[in-house]
């Protein structure tokens, strides 16, 4: 098997061509491969198109991009969030997106959007969203998305990115775009792969190994299975001159910090532990001429060990000397399971292609907590705890038709339709009673220096860093939806096509009714030259999580110019206590896109520049922190206590807060050069730039303004603004010489800010290049190895950062490349 790395990056017509639907049974490995030396215009797509007449890349009349497994594989990055994030130039994550689980599973941004309003397919079916919530991330907070890490990179056989809403043809949550993974359908072969790295001068060790069979079945059948493991060590960050628990003794370290766990201190290392375990199935079988039965699953493992806020030393009044004489540094424990399965029959039906299927889905998530312990149990506290668990369930049924008619118009009149029942579920379960309750203890005055100076005290209730989820905390809540969309589309002339498509939905809860619309078009000027745009509306409803979620948690916020820790309680929007502050019911975000672009392909060079406009009304965010010493005090404290709610600083909670208008440009070249004896080089250049603007901000509830409290404040609305960069540009080459391959990238992410609640506070980093670089060789005609370094010159961001006592801050937390600099690895491929 000839394995090519191909470089291109979100070429409209760039890649692959591949069967029109993931079910059909697809070319050899080897054919696969080989054929990605010869990728164009004419690549088959199936997302963002219905109807029985495959459509190319290259007539598609919005923008749509595909990725090959090649792409995937040319970078020693840990997951597929990472990799997108690698090679799409409007996807970004920051490097620490806050407390809680958006520490461990990270938030991702697509134009300046949360994950949220990115549909995630998998086989062309919708895929089941995390049950993780982003509540403590400053960037993309508050979100829910799917959870794109958890399926083997070794299952995908491609990955079709659309550019442009599709809520009218997909439903809630395609307002940005959507993707869908697209299973790798070779029908026998394998491969094995395994990849092992490290960062330059923190440690941060990965191995990541890789597995994926395939075999027929009958006449025509396949089965593939993929695995998938990975060990990714945390990175520590004591290398950094500034980090530092203690204060210096005389101008040099205590020497207490030999004994300290740095990897938190600094804060530009990896905290987490990961151990991930994925894998899939993908099958198809022909059960007559005319029906064909089709399974894909996914199953996977993960488990994370998170060294979450600061070391706690000796003299703070949680550590407990009787337990940790020394302090002691607080470590989340998340363990996971995640599956979804789909089972479907394809047939064709008097004249009509049909398309049955079910598919069920769920995260289960049981979260714990090690080497800390519950200070208000006094010295017989336990020192790990559990913690709760969070689940998502979704179960899908769709029926799909699709049919060409001739009308006599210059082309078929595609028409498709379907109907779709979905019934979702969100479960918080509460964790042990020690890891949440007050014990009552009372720190004594026993002459030592430790009871001087707390003696008397109640130590805050719960554990120190999180909390477990209370009685008061969990919750069950459920609905249901039915949903039923046309789309019809057919070529006016032989240059102008057209297409309309239409989606009305149901649900059970107060996401009500809804209904959106789509127009898209495609003139061809001159062969190769075309423009295309259209206009759509779209919806998402509130996701389960926004409505019940419910904890307490003690984090750390920036309150002008200082980062303060507060105990602070997310409240259920229907909550009393919510409701006390101002929270309404939530309803549905509606969208209005516009997009506008033009296409250009002449032999090897391909050009495509697309605009848009993405308008979203009653947007859901997240509220500022309400009870912080600058934002209500005292007076809030009062409310929460009168509504059931006490030993807690802070409130937030969900609400349709704001609308906002995001505009853009995406623009995509590529350009291949065959030079005979020298080799093929592929250069490819995207850009990317959004600006997002709030349109409008709801009226400040009446009890807030009476006691000057704001709901939505200057730092949360700035985060929706700045903290991502708005501009990106990827840059690669890609040169095949025989058994020898080079892949070069280079990316610049613009310019950032951390705001504060005051402008003076606000820090701002400015835009830096990264450069990956990949060496590959086949040593044989089935063993092939590379080297390469993400990162090469081990970049960081600014010193710009608000730097607290131990050091940590400096670089911030939103930095889009990663805190932790350069990472090298090695990989060695193996077909058979």
Known sequence: MKLLLSSSVLASGLLLATPASAADAAPAAEAAADAASDIGGDAIIVTGVRGATPRTVADSPVPIDVITPAELKATGRTGLKEILGNIIPSLTMPALGGGGTSASVRPISIRGLSGDYLL????????????????????????????IDLIPTNAVGRIEVLRDGAAAQYGSDAISGVINLILDSSPEGGEFSATAGQLYEKGGALLQQSLGYGTRLGDGGFARVSVEAKFHDRADSSADPIARVFPLVNGQPDPREGSVDHVIAGGYGRSNR???????????????????????????????????????????????????????????????????????????????????????????????????????????????????????????????????????????????????????????????????????????????????????????PGLVSFTGTSPADASSISRGNVAAYLDVSTKLTPAWFVGLAGRFEHYTDSAGNTFSGKFSTRYELARGVALRGGVNTGFRAPSLAQTAFSTTQNTVTVVGNERVTTTSKFLPVNSAAAQ???????????????????????????????GYQIRIDDRIVKTDFLGTASNGGAAIKAILVANGVANVDSAQFFTNAIDTRTRGVDVVGEYTWRTGGLGTVRLNAAWSYFDTKILHVIDNPAQLSAINVVLFGRQVQRDLLVATPK?????????????????????????????????????TFGAKWVADLELGYELSDHVNFSVGANNLFDSYPERNGLVAQDGSGAYGSFAPFGLSGGFYYSRVGVTF
């Open 727 to 763: 501009s990106k540009v990827v840059l690669s080459a890609n040169w095949d010489l025989g058994k020898a391959r080079i892949l070069a990238r280079a990316t610049r992410y613009g310019q950032y800010t951390e705001s504060s609640s005051v402008e003076a506070s606000d820090r």
């Open 274 to 460: 990961d151990k991930i375990i994925n894998s899939s199935f993908n099958a198809e079988l022909p059960l007559s001429d005319t029906l064909k039965g089709y399974t894909f699953s996914t199953l996977s493992y993960r488990d994370i060990k998170d060294a979450r806020g600061a070391y706690a030393p000796s003299t703070s009044i949680g550590a407990l000397p009787q337990i940790y004489p020394s302090g002691f540094q607080a470590y989340r424990r998340i363990w996971e399971w995640d599956y979804q399965t789909t089972w479907g029959l394809k047939a064709q039906l008097g004249g009509w292609d049909a398309d049955v299927s079910t598919s069920f889905g769920r995260d289960h998530v049981r979260l714990g907590a090690e080497n800390t312990l519950n200070p208000s149990l006094g010295p017989t506290s336990p020192t790990s705890f559990f913690m709760g668990k969070q689940v998502q369930t979704l179960w899908v049924n769709n029926l799909d038709l699709s049919r060409a008619f001739d009308v006599g118009l210059a082309d078929k009149l595609e028409v498709a339709l379907g109907v779709e029942q979905r019934w979702e579920k969100f479960q918080n379960i509460a964790g042990e009673p020690d890891s949440y309750r007050d014990g009552g203890y009372v720190v004594p005055v026993d002459g030592t220096g430790f009871g001087q100076a707390y003696g008397g005290k109640s130590p805050s």
């Open 120 to 147: 995630v397919l998998v086989n062309g079916k919708r895929r089941h969203t995390t049950s993780l919530i982003n509540n403590l991330s400053r960037v993309s907070g508050g979100s829910t998305p799917v959870d």
């Open 580 to 610: 006390a502050l101002g929270a309404q019911s939530l309803k549905p975000e509606k969208s209005l896109n516009f997009t506008a672009g033009l296409t250009f392909e002449r032999g090897p060079f391909r050009l495509t520049v697309d």
